[in-house]
């Protein structure tokens, strides 16, 4: 990771919620707690499809 500001700060609250989780108690050893989350990526069009499906079913609901 490139030292720039953004890393840095990024960094320190990283740091905070370590220090956080070790004095409440919920400190993960593993450390998978605080690596980054992969976020799915989906097409537009695959998203389009999950927005009119979700959509389709409320819409439903709303006329029970």
Same mark, same amino acid.
């Given at each position: 990771? *490139? +030292?720039?500001? =953004?890393?840095?700060? =990024?960094?320190?609250? %990283? #740091? @905070? !919620?370590?220090?956080? +989780?070790? #004095?409440?108690?919920?400190?993960? *050893?593993? $450390? =998978?707690?605080? !690596? *980054?989350? %992969? !976020?799915?990526?989906?097409? &537009?069009?695959?998203?389009? +499809? @999950?927005? =009119?499906?979700?959509?389709?079913? %409320?819409? &439903?609901? +709303? $006329? &029970?």
């Amino acid at each position: 990771m *490139p +030292d720039t500001i =953004v890393n840095r700060k =990024v960094a320190s609250i %990283k #740091a @905070r !919620q370590i220090e956080l +989780d070790m #004095a409440s108690g919920n400190f993960d *050893p593993s $450390l =998978v707690k605080y !690596q *980054p989350q %992969k !976020q799915e990526s989906i097409s &537009v069009s695959e998203l389009f +499809d @999950r927005f =009119v499906e979700y959509k389709r079913h %409320k819409n &439903v609901a +709303d $006329l &029970v």
